[in-house]
C-alpha cells in the first residue's frame, strides 16, 4: 500500500451493495436513506456559468488534488467524467452518487467516492464542489456527523466564497447560508394503496418541503419512492434543519405509512396479499420487464417482505434487484449495451433468476 | 392638420397653457422630436409602453441594465438564468436580491449557522456567528412579548455585532 490514498475503480464498486439501497440502518422497512449534501464555491473563481473552460479546467485539477491530498477517505475514487464513457456516467447516477444533470453536462468535472460509498464530491456541477454524505436508514445525525468533518477538511485547503450576512455564496440564491440540502429518501406503498399519498404532500407542504422523486428535481415518485427535502438554507442552522427532519418530519410520514400498512393488514388482508403474490407472480415468470414495471413490481414485493407476508424471499435480494435491474446497471453486468426489447427481456430473466422463477425457456 | 414648423401633415398635437389661456400646437414627428423632444416612434404598442412605464418607475429599468465589474452579468440576466455569475454578485445586487431571498427562504435574509474556521482566530466569527443567531431569536420573542424596550437593545447589539463582521 503507497502512503496516498489509493484509487479505486469503477468496478469495485458494482462488486458492491451501494449504500443508498444496502436496506441496513433505521427504519429501514421505510426510509431508504437520509443524504445531505453541502454547496461550495472556491473564492476567486466565477461561478460555473461564467467560468471560461480554462478556468473550468483550473478549478477541477485544483478541487481534484486538493480532495486527493486530504485523504478524505483510506481509498479514493476519482472519476474524471469528461473522459468518462455514458454507461459509467449513468451507473453512478443509479448509485446516486452524482445527479443525472452531472452526468449529462459537458467540460471539465468529475466526482470524488468513499470507499463505502457513503460519501462523494461532486466536482464542477452547479456549484464548484456539492459535498455529499448519503446513508442507509435513517441517519442523519451522523451523515451531518460525517460530512461536517469533510466539508472542515476541504475548508482548510480552499478558500471557500463567504459572506458574513448571506454565508456560503452558491450559483443559485436558492442555496444561499448553509447551502445545505437533507433529503430523505421513503418508501411508501401502503399510502399509495390506501389513496392518502395526498397526506404526505399536504405535510410536507406545510413544513415548506419538496417532495420528489427516484433521483431528485424533475423526476417522478416511481416505486413507490418519495424524496422529501427542505428548502430554505438561510436563516436555519444545519442543527436546527437536521433536527426539524428527525424529530418532526419524518416520524409523522413514518407514522402514516405504518398505520396504512397496519390498516391494510387488518381491514383489507385480501388486498393486500393480491397485490403482493400478484407482483411477486409476474417477476418470478414474465419475460419481458420494463424498468416502471420493475420498480412498481419490486416495491409491492418489498413492502410484502417487510410485512411478513411473504416468506420465501430474502429482502437483500428485493433490495438487490432494485439495485441491478436499473438500465446502466444491467447493462455493465451483461457486458454490452442492450436496447428495448433485449434490455427488458436481459431484466426479465435476471429476476427471474435471482427469485427462483421459472427457468429461461421454458 | 399641418406642421407649424414644416407644413407637413402634423400627427403630434401640444396643448399647452401659456398665461391662463389655453394654446394649441401641431407638429409632424420629426419637428416634435427635434424641437420638442418627442420620441419620434409613434406606434409604440401598448404593453409596451406599459412596461417601460411600469420599469420606469421601479428604477428596475436601470438596475437591470448595470453590470456586475467583476463578473460582467447584469439583473436580467440573472433574471433569465436563474444563476448568478460570481460570489461578488451577492454585494452588488444585494438590494434585488433581499426580497427574493425572503421568498426563498422563509423570510430569511441572514445567515445562521456554520462559518468558516479560517474567518478570524478560534475565538472569532466562529463562535460570534451563533451568537448572532441568538440575539435574533431573542429579538423576534421580545418584539412578540410587546417588550420593546428589549427589543431596541437587542436591535442595536445585533447592529453592533454585524458590524464588526
Redesign the interface.
Known sequence: MSDGPVNMKLSDLTNQAGEWLRGSGPMSEIVISSRIRLAR?V?GF??L??CSAHQRQALETRIRDTILSCRLASRTLYVDLEAAPEIDRLLLVERHLISKPHAMASGARGVAIDEQETASVMVNE?DHLRIQVLRSGLQLEEAWEQI?PI??LL??KL???????????T????N???G?RVSVMLHLPALKIVGEIEKVFRAAKDM?LAVRGLYGEGTEATGDFYQISN??????????IISEFKHNVIPKIIDYEHHARKALAKDKPVLLDDKVCRALGTLRTARLMTSEDALSLLSHLRMGVHMGRVRDVDINKVNDLFLNTQPAHLQKMQGKRLDGDARNAARADYIRHRLGGDAKGE | MKCDKCGKPASVIVTEIQAGKKVERHFCEACAAQNEGFPVKSHTPINELLTNFVLAHSGAQKEGASACE????TWSDFRT???????QD??FFEKE?TP??QR????????????????GSSAG?ARRM?DL?KLRKELTRAVEAEDYERAAKLRDSIRQA?AG?
Open positions: 464555491n473564492s466565477p461561478f456559468s461564467r452547479e461536517n466539508d472542515d475548508e482548510s478558500d471557500f466564497a463567504f459572506h458574513p450576512r448571506f454565508g456560503y455564496l450559483a443559485c440564491p436558492t444561499v447560508g448553509t445545505i415548506r428548502q430554505a438554507t438561510l436563516g436555519k442552522s444545519e442543527e436546527d | 467583476n463578473c460582467g452579468i438564468q436563474g444563476l448568478l455569475g460570481c460570489e451577492y454585494t436580491l427574493l431571498l426563498a427562504h422563509e423570510g430569511a435574509t441572514h445567515h445562521v449557522g456554520k462559518t468558516p474556521a479560517r474567518r466569527p451563533p443567531a454585524e463582521e
